[in-house]
């Protein structure tokens, strides 16, 4: 099974800040990747798949990009609603679509 | 309005059964593959099974493997998950998930249902 890592698990920022959560793939995936946020209590929501192609309706300061084994989830003026955990997930090579381990961003 | 609604989540023993249900509203749901993802409480989260649009393709993580059944009956748009065998370690909210696109087995999950809570302890 391909095994996602994400940097960093957790990490405090301000609002107005902008941040970069990376995820590896242990093979290579194309760009076969999705991100998802999820809120406390809350179901996951789709952000980007494809690696970078922004879902319907998620702002525009959200971006993705990479290829291959190496991607990043980019917020470019980080807004109260979106402390939250982050989620990338693979599915080129399934079963097992896996996701990472996730990374909480939190408030400073 | 697109939607899923888990139910069928509650308390069981280890070893016991318990099925799931995911009610699909405002879409198409016979067209699209469906997935189950489960979360443990403090945990990530973990995909758990798949079923193809046409119920042809089913495919399940290795630690259900054998005691999970995904199942779905399009004339009522409802998606299921047949757990036996129940483990503490299966205890999770479990997610229904929609694929994004319909027909396509290499998708991300663009609509997710509430969750149910499954606690398996005696």
């Known amino acids: 099974a391909i095994r996602m890592t994400q940097s960093p698990s957790s990490f405090s920022a301000s609002t107005g800040d902008r941040v970069t959560i990376t995820c590896r793939a242990s093979q290579g995936i194309s760009s076969y990747l999705a991100w998802y946020q999820q809120k406390p209590g809350k179901a996951p929501k789709l952000l980007i798949y494809?690696?970078?192609t922004l879902q319907s309706g998620v702002p525009s300061r959200f971006s993705g990009s990479g290829s291959g084994t190496d991607f990043t989830l980019t917020i470019s003026c980080l807004q109260s609603e979106d402390f939250a955990t982050y989620y990338c997930?693979?599915?080129?090579?399934?079963?097992?679509?896996?996701f990472g381990q996730g990374t909480k961003l939190e408030i400073k | 309005q697109v939607q899923l609604v888990e139910s069928g989540g509650g308390v069981v023993q280890p070893g016991g059964s318990l099925r799931l249900s995911c009610a699909a509203s405002g879409f198409t749901f016979s067209s699209y593959g469906m997935h189950w993802v489960r979360q443990a409480p403090g945990k990530g989260l973990e995909w758990v099974a798949f079923i193809r649009y046409d119920g042809s393709n089913k495919y399940y993580a290795d630690s259900v493997k054998g005691r999970f059944t995904i199942s779905r009956d399009n004339s009522k748009n409802t998606l299921y998950l047949q757990m036996n065998s129940l483990r503490a370690e299966d205890t999770a909210v479990y997610y229904c998930?929609?694929?994004?696109?319909?027909?396509?087995?290499?998708?991300?999950?663009?609509?997710w249902g509430q969750g149910t809570m499954v606690t398996v302890s005696s």
């Open positions: 998930a929609k694929d994004l696109v319909a027909a396509r087995e290499i998708d991300a999950f663009d609509i």
């Open positions: 494809a690696a970078s």
């Open positions: 997930q693979q599915y080129y090579s399934y079963p097992p679509y896996t």
